[in-house]
């Protein structure tokens, strides 16, 4: 395949996990927990894993470097989004999204302190406009946002600093190990906080099982676990310096815009400022990294 099909692979992860930030929350909304919406997700990661794996000849890195490195990041990513389930419930998508999308941040930090790496005057800029836009969206000057509290914003920067650890770590395991063999672990890391989250289920309260319930979970997190699939091959296929930014910067825009239009809300000023300065902070620091190599 040539670098068009990389693009072609991440513009799809820019639109399904686009649409599937917007629509996140709808089934916690309905009735159904956000532990049980983790299962879901976790089951719907075996396709894309087992898709994966065969077309890579069943091949899979099991050395001890290996396995240590799948577990990191399986754990780091399973946590963080078992967390934004739960600050999807309690926050608004249009902020939640932009916020987390500043996770580069930490795997630059990760990266200078660990690995003695510079920063380029790109990803320079970058960190100054997410440190600049972070304070931003936790400003309240006329209360909470639209009926929020605040524990989303603590939440985001707690699913921020997983993922940017997951990025750090997969960005070494990416020299020994095959994107195949990691999305694996991945998957199965998933699947082994599966009985954590069942057992943080409140199995006393109502459940919605009906289709907003699990069947609505299950179609927005196939488009999470295909998207997420479409990026292992947009980055084996395409340039980071498009691919980053259409995926980082791209899909939290346009779950911004899709969750403003369909909650019918205009933010705050410094809220959208916020906003426009973390889109403008992700684009930035995705593409540091080619521009440091």
Known sequence: MNRRAGLVFALVTMAFWGVWGAFAGRPTEHGFPDTLVYVVWALTMIAPAV???ARAGMRLEHDGRSIIFGVLIGLTGAGGQMLLFHAVHTGPTYLIFPLIALSPIVTIAMSVAWLKERVSWIGGIGIVLALLALPLFDYEPGGATHGFGVAWFFYSLIILVAWGVQAFFMKLANKTMSAESIFFYMTLMGLALIPLALCMTDFSQPINYGF????????????NS?????????FRYGKAIVVSPLTNAGAPL????LSLALLGIVPQPLKIVGIVLAFLAAALLAIEPEERA
């Open 51 to 53: 898709y994966a794996l």
């Open 254 to 257: 346009i779950t911004a815009l």
């Open 212 to 223: 907003e319930g699990p069947w609505l979970a299950a179609i927005t997190q196939i488009l």
């Open 226 to 234: 295909v998207g997420a699939l479409t990026l292992v091959y947009a």
